[in-house]
């Protein structure tokens, strides 16, 4: 990350600490006149933790990555209410929210509005979060969103002991440049992909935005893109890459098909793109910059 950053340096500070600690954010908000807070911190694992962890019994596996969900949600709406400067806080919730079924008319994207549906932990973390965010906002008079993520990739996409969510194009990507034959379970399956940099575009819409609208966005590619066409589009830049359908056993993407609605599918971006002008890039750009980026790495 600081490598990633570094040509910020001048305008970056690094500090490694816990939002579970309370006088940490309090000396931070003290030292630091914040004007806009990005609230990304979350384990994302917490749906495995709770079925990989057989020696504790009931909530006992998950309860400190909840404690970090929520609580730390929690003590960062404190921090932010006790900023004079503070003109925006976005939290960062994610589609995991939705139902598995959306709009029954063809090809519509998930609203923000309804079809929500939270069925694990990581889920209703997420949600119990947005209402946090709402409700504080009207409570303290803070101006505050929630957004929800489709499935991100790009520049900095990585495992990490919080994060152990492989995005298909990530995947995709690693293991064609690593030269390996990729095994999927349908290449008509996929999903709503999104790039890190249309990502942080899109934050910084929000951030800086006079006065946003709506309390809750979807930030998304706002279109299904199948297995077949990433792996199309990857193949202009790397005619190698070996991609074909197997078993769920075997596979290294292994994604059902039959889920193209509702979480899965596509997220309508139409709040982003009438309010503020913002379009993510097309999907071959989008690729294309990534395969080039991650082959800088190496």
């Given at each position: 990350?600081?490598?990633?950053?570094?040509?910020?340096?001048?305008?970056?500070?690094?500090?490694?600490?816990?939002?579970?600690?309370?006088?940490l954010?309090?000396?931070?908000?003290?030292?630091h006149?914040?004007?806009?807070?990005?609230?990304?911190?979350?384990?994302?694992?917490?749906?495995?933790?709770?079925?990989?962890?057989?020696?504790?019994p009931g909530?006992?596996?998950?309860?400190?990555?909840?404690?970090?969900?929520?609580?730390?949600?929690?003590?960062?709406?404190?921090?932010?209410?006790?900023?004079?400067?503070?003109?925006r806080?976005i939290?960062?919730?994610s589609?995991?929210?939705?139902?598995?079924?959306g709009?029954?008319?063809?090809?519509?994207?998930?609203?923000?509005?309804?079809?929500?549906?939270?069925?694990?932990?990581?889920?209703?973390?997420?949600?119990?979060?947005?209402?946090?965010?709402?409700?504080?906002a009207?409570?303290?008079?803070?101006?505050?969103?929630?957004v929800?993520?489709?499935?991100?990739?790009?520049?900095?996409?990585?495992?990490?002991?919080?994060?152990?969510?492989?995005?298909?194009?990530?995947?995709?990507?690693?293991?064609?440049?690593?030269?390996?034959?990729?095994?999927?379970?349908?290449?008509?399956?996929?999903?709503?992909?999104?790039?890190?940099l249309?990502?942080a575009?899109?934050?910084?819409c929000?951030?800086?935005?006079?006065?946003?609208?709506?309390?809750?966005?979807?930030?998304?590619?706002?279109?299904?893109?199948?297995?077949?066409?990433?792996?199309?589009?990857?193949?202009?830049?790397?005619?190698?890459?070996?991609?074909?359908?197997?078993?769920?056993?075997?596979?290294?993407?292994?994604l059902?098909?039959?889920?193209?609605?509702?979480?899965?599918g596509?997220?309508?971006?139409?709040?982003?793109?009438?309010?503020?002008?913002?379009?993510?890039?097309?999907?071959?750009?989008?690729?294309?910059?990534?395969?080039?980026w991650?082959?800088?790495?190496?």
């Open positions: 990350l600081k490598a990633f950053l570094a040509p910020l340096a001048e305008r970056v500070s690094f500090v490694q600490g816990d939002v579970l600690d309370r006088d954010l309090s000396r931070l908000a003290a030292e006149a914040f004007s806009e807070v990005v609230h990304g911190a979350t384990v994302t694992s917490i749906n495995r933790l709770a079925s990989k962890d057989p020696t504790r909530l006992g596996g998950i309860r400190s990555a909840l404690e970090v969900n929520i609580l730390g949600t929690l003590n960062l709406l404190e921090m932010a209410a006790s900023l004079p400067a503070l003109r806080f939290y960062v919730s589609g995991a929210v939705y139902a598995t079924e709009p029954e008319e063809v090809g519509a994207g998930m609203p923000e509005e309804g079809f929500l549906d939270p069925n694990g932990f990581y889920d209703a973390s997420k949600y119990s979060c947005e209402l946090l965010t709402a409700i504080t009207r409570r303290f008079g803070l101006s505050a969103v929630s929800r993520f489709s499935g991100v990739y790009g520049p900095m996409d990585r495992e990490t002991p919080a994060r152990d969510v492989k995005c298909p194009p990530y995947q995709l990507v690693n293991l064609a440049l690593a030269g390996r034959s990729i095994g999927v379970t349908a290449l008509e399956a996929g999903g709503d992909f999104i790039h890190s249309d990502v575009d899109a934050l910084i929000l951030l800086e935005a006079p006065r946003p609208r709506h309390a809750v966005y979807n930030i998304a590619y706002g279109a299904n893109a199948s297995l077949a066409e990433m792996t199309a589009i990857l193949a202009e830049k790397l005619p190698d890459i070996r991609v074909a359908e197997t078993t769920p056993e075997e596979a290294d993407i292994a059902d098909p039959a889920l193209r609605s509702g979480r899965w596509a997220y309508d971006i139409s709040r982003m793109t009438r309010e503020f002008d913002w379009r993510p890039r097309p999907l071959r750009q989008a690729l294309h910059h990534y395969l080039d991650v082959r800088q790495q190496q």
